[in-house]
C-alpha cells in the first residue's frame, strides 16, 4: 500500500539546475516504466547509488514516487527497494470528437484512474466543447482537491493545431478553425492547458506504454468517428514539421478518382477507409471500436466481408507509401484500423512484402494499438506532465489552482 499523501511546503528549497535535471530523469523513468528499482534506476541513469538514494528521498519527501520492499523470492544480494509513481499526482485529458467529448484523469506511471464520455447530438463547437469539459471537470473537483495534484490538462484534437499556442487552425471533422481552444479551457478552469493532434500524442503514447515501446521508428495511424490521423516517431522523437502539423497520413492519396474529402481534395485515405461506413453494415449507431470490432466479427455477410477487404486494400496502398518514405521498424494502428488488421491480420503484411520496397518491408512489423480506448486520455495526459516532468521538484511544491471564473454549464 502506498502511505498517506504528505503537503508539501512551499518554502521547499529550488534545486540546482543539475539536481533538477536528475530528479526529471528519475521521475521520467518512474512515470514511463511504472515501477523500477532503485538498482535498475542507478544503472539506467549512471549516477551513483549515493546519489540515486539522495535523489530519490527527495522525491519520497515530495510526495510524487513512494518505494516499497522488493517483490519477489530468491534474490541474490542486498534487495533493492522498489520506486513507483505516485497516484496522487495526476493530469486531466480532454478529446473532442464529433460525436462526444471524452474527460479523463491520468496519474503519474499513465493509469487512466476515472473516464467520462460525454454524448453529444450535434457536432460540437469549440466554446460547446470547452464548456462541457469545464463542466465535468468542475463536478470533479472536490475529488481532485482532495486527493491529487494535478499538473495540467492535455487536449487531444483530430485536426492541426500548433503546440505551441494550443490553436486549432483546422479540424475540418468538427469544423474548427482558428479556435484557441488551450487558452479557452485554461480559463474556465484555472488549471494549465496545452493542446495537440490526437494521432501524434497517440503516436507518442504507444511508443512510451504500449505497443511501440522500445521502438525508435514507427509510425501510428488511428481511425476514430473524426476520421483517420497519423503520428511519425523517427530516432525516438515525434516528427513535427515546421508547425507541429507532420504525420496526417490520413490525408495520403490511395485512388485516383475517389470522392471528395473534408479537407478538399479527392482519393485520401479517410475518404475510402471509413468507420461510419462499417458501423453503418454492421447495423450499429455512434458508439467505441469495441462493439464494431464484435459486430463485424460475427457477421457473415457478404457486404460485410466485401467492405472490410476493400478497406484494407486501401490502408495497404497508404501504409506501403509510409513504409517507403519512412522505413519504421513498427506500424502501430488504432481504434477501428486496430480492428480491420485483426480481422484480417495477414491482409497488411500481405500488401507490404508484395507492394512495398524489399529492404523497407522485410525489416517492419504491424502491431495493434495495446493502450485501447485509454489511447487518447494517456496522450492527452503526456502532454499535460511535460512541464511537471521537466522540473518535479517546481511542480511538486505548488498547489492546485482556482478557476479563473466559474465553469460553464454543459451543452451540445
Known amino acids: 500500500m502506498m502511505p498517506p499523501r504528505t503537503p508539501v511546503s512551499a518554502a521547499a528549497s529550488e534545486p540546482d539546475p543539475s539536481r533538477r535535471n536528475n530528479l526529471s530523469l528519475l521521475t521520467s523513468l518512474v512515470h514511463h516504466h511504472g515501477v523500477l528499482s532503485r538498482a535498475q534506476l542507478t544503472r539506467q541513469t549512471?549516477?551513483?547509488?549515493?546519489?540515486?538514494?539522495?535523489?530519490?528521498?527527495?522525491?519520497?519527501?515530495?510526495?510524487?514516487v513512494y518505494e516499497t520492499a522488493p517483490a519477489g523470492e530468491g534474490q541474490v544480494g542486498r534487495?533493492?527497494?522498489?520506486?513507483?509513481?505516485?497516484p496522487s499526482v495526476a493530469a486531466l485529458a480532454v478529446n473532442p470528437e464529433i460525436d462526444a467529448v471524452t474527460i479523463g484523469l491520468v496519474s503519474l506511471g499513465g493509469k487512466v484512474q476515472k473516464k467520462i464520455r460525454f454524448p453529444t447530438e450535434r457536432i460540437p463547437s469549440a466554446r460547446e466543447a470547452?464548456?462541457?469539459?469545464?463542466?465535468?471537470?468542475?463536478?470533479?473537483?472536490?475529488?481532485?482537491?482532495?486527493?491529487?495534484?494535478?499538473?495540467?490538462?492535455?487536449?487531444?484534437?483530430?485536426?492541426?493545431?500548433?503546440?505551441?499556442?494550443?490553436?486549432?487552425?483546422?479540424?475540418?471533422?468538427?469544423?474548427?478553425?482558428n479556435e484557441p481552444v488551450a487558452r479557452m479551457l485554461g480559463e474556465a478552469t484555472g488549471y494549465p492547458c496545452q493542446a495537440a493532434n490526437d494521432a501524434s500524442l497517440g503516436a507518442e503514447a504507444e511508443m512510451i506504454f504500449g505497443a511501440g515501446a522500445g521502438q525508435g521508428n514507427l509510425i501510428y495511424l488511428n481511425?476514430?468517428?473524426?476520421?483517420?490521423?497519423?503520428?511519425?516517431?523517427?530516432?525516438?522523437?515525434?516528427?513535427?514539421?515546421?508547425?507541429?502539423?507532420?504525420?496526417?497520413?490520413?490525408?495520403?492519396?490511395?485512388?485516383?478518382?475517389?470522392?471528395?474529402?473534408?479537407?478538399?481534395?479527392?482519393?485520401?485515405?479517410?475518404?475510402?477507409?471509413?468507420?461510419?461506413?462499417?458501423?453503418?453494415?454492421?447495423?450499429?449507431?455512434?458508439?467505441?471500436?469495441?462493439?464494431?470490432?464484435?459486430?463485424?466479427?460475427?457477421?457473415?455477410?457478404?457486404?460485410?466481408?466485401?467492405?472490410?477487404a476493400r478497406q484494407l486494400l486501401y490502408l495497404g496502398i497508404a501504409l506501403r507509401?509510409?513504409?517507403?518514405?519512412?522505413?519504421?521498424?513498427?506500424?502501430?494502428?488504432?481504434?477501428?484500423?486496430?480492428?480491420?488488421?485483426?480481422?484480417?491480420?495477414?491482409?497488411?503484411?500481405?500488401?507490404?512484402?508484395?507492394?512495398?520496397?524489399?529492404?523497407?518491408?522485410?525489416?517492419?512489423?504491424i502491431y495493434r494499438a495495446a493502450l485501447?480506448?485509454?489511447?487518447?486520455?494517456?496522450?492527452?495526459?503526456?502532454?499535460?506532465?511535460a512541464q511537471f516532468l521537466a522540473d518535479p521538484a517546481g511542480i511538486g511544491t505548488a498547489t492546485a489552482p482556482s478557476p479563473g471564473h466559474a465553469p460553464a454549464s454543459q451543452t451540445g
Open 79 to 86: 534487495p533493492s527497494p522498489e520506486v513507483h509513481p505516485s
Open 372 to 385: 485501447g480506448s485509454n489511447l487518447m486520455m494517456i496522450g492527452a495526459a503526456e502532454l499535460a506532465f
Open 321 to 365: 507509401n509510409a513504409v517507403n518514405i519512412f522505413n519504421p521498424e513498427a506500424i502501430v494502428l488504432g481504434g477501428f484500423l486496430g480492428t480491420l488488421h485483426a480481422l484480417a491480420p495477414t491482409s497488411l503484411n500481405q500488401a507490404l512484402l508484395s507492394q512495398a520496397l524489399d529492404g523497407p518491408a522485410g525489416q517492419v512489423k
Open 46 to 64: 549512471g549516477l551513483n547509488r549515493s546519489t540515486v538514494g539522495t535523489l530519490i528521498g527527495q522525491l519520497v519527501a515530495l510526495g510524487l
Open 130 to 177: 470547452v464548456n462541457i469539459a469545464s463542466a465535468v471537470i468542475a463536478g470533479m473537483r472536490s475529488e481532485l482537491d482532495a486527493s491529487y495534484r494535478i499538473t495540467g490538462i492535455g487536449m487531444a484534437v483530430p485536426g492541426l493545431v500548433n503546440r505551441d499556442d494550443g490553436v486549432v487552425r483546422h479540424a475540418p471533422h468538427l469544423g474548427w478553425r
Open 223 to 308: 481511425g476514430g468517428a473524426s476520421g483517420i490521423g497519423g503520428g511519425i516517431i523517427s530516432d525516438g522523437q515525434l516528427l513535427r514539421g515546421a508547425s507541429g502539423y507532420a504525420g496526417e497520413l490520413g490525408h495520403t492519396f490511395v485512388r485516383s478518382g475517389g470522392t471528395t474529402c473534408h479537407c478538399g481534395a479527392t482519393g485520401c485515405l479517410e475518404t475510402e477507409v471509413s468507420q461510419s461506413r462499417l458501423r453503418e453494415l454492421a447495423g450499429l449507431g455512434s458508439g467505441d471500436a469495441a462493439d464494431l470490432e464484435e459486430a463485424l466479427a460475427s457477421s457473415n455477410t457478404a457486404r460485410v466481408d466485401d467492405e472490410v
